[in-house]
């Protein structure tokens, strides 16, 4: 397989996009942090995803939503979540909150744990694909351990042979990796990962 590169912004390509992503292929696409590897969030497609990026299933994958509601729908969103969420998204925070037990996930997308991260990223191209196909598994384009992607031809170059289309939209404007806080049903809040946001500005929201 060599994958296609495409402008996200360009006629077709959404629609390109959710083809492949319907037919089980892994697609690379934009954010405001660093490239991703999107899939749709089922068994078969979550192994192809962590295959290509010979990551450990344990980890988990990420949720990209397109609202708040989305993600209310598939997880339980705390008080501290909901005052991070209302401060920082759409933006570059992952929430790690309990899922619905009236919407169970699949193992690979939760690494087996009772909680799911998701995220409402700034960027129209996941947000647009979130609308259509609802909430949408993405992890950063990297072989796990390496340098994350922030330009199409990064993806192309390490994960070209795996990923069916590229939908390029020139650099990243961050470059920088979301900040991922856990929200537990307990009350408070665990950063798990400093990134785009400090945490200083995480405690602060989170009051």
Not at 51 to 77: C, F, P, T, Y
Not at 86 to 93: D, E, I, T
Not at 112 to 126: K, W
Not at 133 to 143: C, D, E, H, Y
Request: charged letters at 20%; glycine letters at 8%.
């Amino acid at each position: 397989m060599v994958a296609t590169v495409i402008p996200s912004s360009g006629a077709g390509s959404l629609e390109r996009a959710i083809a492949d992503l319907e037919a089980g292929n892994i697609v690379a696409i934009p954010t405001e942090t660093v490239y991703g590897l999107a899939v749709l969030p089922d068994e078969v497609h979550l192994r192809r995803l962590i295959a290509a990026k010979r990551r450990s299933a344990d980890k988990g994958v990420a949720l990209l939503v397109d609202s708040i509601e989305q993600a209310r729908s598939i997880a339980r969103m705390t008080p501290a979540a909901e005052l991070l969420a209302a401060r920082f998204w759409p933006g570059a925070l992952t929430l790690v909150v309990s899922q619905r037990t009236d919407r169970p996930l699949p193992d690979l997308l939760t690494g087996g744990r009772a909680t799911i991260g998701v995220r409402l990223p700034d960027h129209d191209t996941p947000r647009e694909l979130a609308r259509r196909l609802g909430p949408i598994a993405v992890s950063s384009a990297n072989v796990s351990g390496e340098a994350d992607a922030t330009t199409a031809a990064q993806v192309v170059a390490t994960l070209g042979d795996v990923v069916a289309l590229v939908l390029d939209d020139g650099p990243v404007r961050g470059g920088v990796p979301s900040s991922v806080v856990h929200c537990p049903e307990a009350g408070g809040v665990e950063i798990l990962r400093v990134g785009a946001i400090s945490e200083d500005e995480i405690r602060a929201a989170a009051k």
